[in-house]
Every structure is written in structure tokens, then in C-alpha cells.
Nanobody, 119 residues
């Protein structure tokens, strides 16, 4: 069993930055960030493997977002730079042993944190 708690969301102007954190409690798995805007499906953002050696990004955030983890602190981060209004969504972290960009492959989810980017 894994518990996930996100934090760090908020309101920011376009071009600004935010860093999301996801504290995980339980076994160490690969971790992903997803987002869901109103009226849209949940969208993959980034993935990091259990050790932090491998990362993978959606094309829409590549070069702007960075996923990282500190297993000693049981935390995964999503550094978001050059934010755009279309990045506005609820951001979720998720954990799964064999998952990458398919949300159906993740076994545990956090409660989500709102990110709002104003133009």
C-alpha cells in the first residue's frame, strides 16, 4: 500500500514557475505526474523511475517541466517553468510498478493540487 500527498499548487502568472511536491509513504515505485483540466481527460505529464535514473515527458511540457525525486525524503517533485494558461489543471501524482504514461497502469493516486496560470 502506498499513500501519496501532493502540495505546492497555487496561482501564478504566465511565464512564472511553481514546484509541486508529492510525499509518498510505502514502497518505492516509479512515479508519474498527471493533470486534468475541467471538461478534459486526465493527461500524462511526466514519469520518473524508482531510482530517478530515467525520466519521460509529454511533448507539451518537454523543456519546461522537470521531474525529480529524493528517496531519502520520500518525495517526488515537478518543477514547472515558463508556465502557460493552458497548464491550468488539477495535478495528480501517481505510483505504479510498471507504469509510464498510461494512467490505467498506476495503482495509487494522490488527491490532487490545483495549478492556475493567469494570462
Amino acid at each position: 500500500q502506498v499513500q501519496l500527498v501532493e502540495s505546492g499548487g497555487g496561482l501564478v502568472q504566465a511565464g512564472g514557475s511553481l514546484r509541486l511536491s508529492c510525499a509518498f509513504f510505502g514502497h518505492t515505485y516509479g512515479m508519474g505526474w498527471f493533470r486534468q483540466a475541467p471538461g478534459k481527460e486526465r493527461e500524462f505529464v511526466a514519469h520518473i523511475n524508482w531510482s530517478g535514473a530515467t525520466t519521460y515527458y509529454a511533448d507539451s511540457v518537454k523543456g519546461r517541466f522537470t521531474i525529480s525525486r529524493d528517496n531519502a525524503k520520500n518525495t517526488v517533485y515537478l518543477q514547472m517553468n515558463s508556465l502557460k494558461p493552458e497548464d491550468t489543471a488539477v495535478y495528480y501524482c501517481a505510483a505504479g510498478a510498471v507504469a509510464r504514461d498510461n494512467p490505467n497502469h498506476y495503482d495509487w493516486w494522490g488527491q490532487g493540487t490545483q495549478v492556475t496560470v493567469s494570462s
